[in-house]
């Protein structure tokens, strides 16, 4: 299996830009997870989705930001627009579900707004 | 309210010797518990999970974990450190039918000296 896929790795934009980040969770899996690590506040969940409906968007720190998750197999997070406070590393995780919880990560996205 | 607490924030070991790195969680019923590994500039990797049964579970890359229900521990151990486990360690607790939610510790950041 190839995992939890991240696009893109790397991201720089400009203040005021829009950004969209996207995830491919793990096949089969029914829940999916974004993250957002800075040095400052850690790992902190944004949203969550079972079976691509969104349960819980209390994490969410702004309108700014928005996820979608069109299917089982692909879901963005979104930040328009951008501010140099974005800038963190965000994670997308997928749970196979059926109770076991264990979540697996993807390599995460590098997002820089200058 | 629930949470995970990771007393410790920094831990210098040298390479060879033996490691314990603290988990404590606060839960309305037994959680199903799990550490993770971050190495620098990558995802988090799943290192091993309780869900029920033996309180002793082994994981990859020679480490294991001991559930102590009356302490509300999890503590993460390794008989002898190498220099490649240098690396930030995650405890994180969830329950059934949480949708697979997970609650992370803020993490101990452990550094491996020659």
């Known amino acids: 299996d190839a995992g939890v896929i991240q696009s893109p790795r790397h991201e720089v934009t400009e203040m005021g830009q829009e950004v969209t980040l996207r995830c491919k969770p793990i096949s089969g899996h029914n829940s999916l997870f974004w993250y957002r690590q800075t040095m400052m506040r850690g790992l902190e969940l944004l949203i969550y989705f079972n079976n691509n409906v969104p349960i819980d968007d209390s994490g969410m720190p702004e309108d700014r930001f928005s996820a979608k998750m069109p299917n089982a197999s692909f879901s963005t997070l979104k930040i328009q627009p951008s501010e140099p406070r974005d800038s963190a590393v965000y994670f997308c995780?997928?749970?196979?579900?059926?109770?076991?919880?264990?979540?697996?990560f993807g390599p995460g996205t590098r997002l820089t707004v200058t | 309210a629930q949470s995970v607490t990771q007393p410790d924030i920094h831990i210098t070991v040298s390479e060879g010797a033996s490691l314990e790195l603290r988990c404590n969680y606060s839960?309305?019923?037994?959680?199903?518990l799990f550490w993770y590994v971050q190495s620098p500039g990558q995802g988090l990797q799943l290192l091993l999970k309780?869900?029920?049964?033996?309180?002793l579970v082994q994981g990859i890359k020679g480490f294991e974990a001991e559930f102590k229900r009356s302490q509300s521990s999890f503590n993460l151990r390794k008989p002898s450190v190498h220099w490649s486990d240098a690396a930030e360690y995650f405890c994180a607790a969830g329950r059934m039918g949480g949708y697979n939610k997970l609650i992370f510790g803020a993490g101990t950041r452990l550094a491996v000296h020659p």
């Open positions: 839960y309305g019923a037994t959680p199903y």
């Open positions: 995780a997928s749970s196979p579900g059926q109770g076991t919880n264990e979540q697996y």
């Open positions: 309780y869900f029920s049964g033996d309180t």
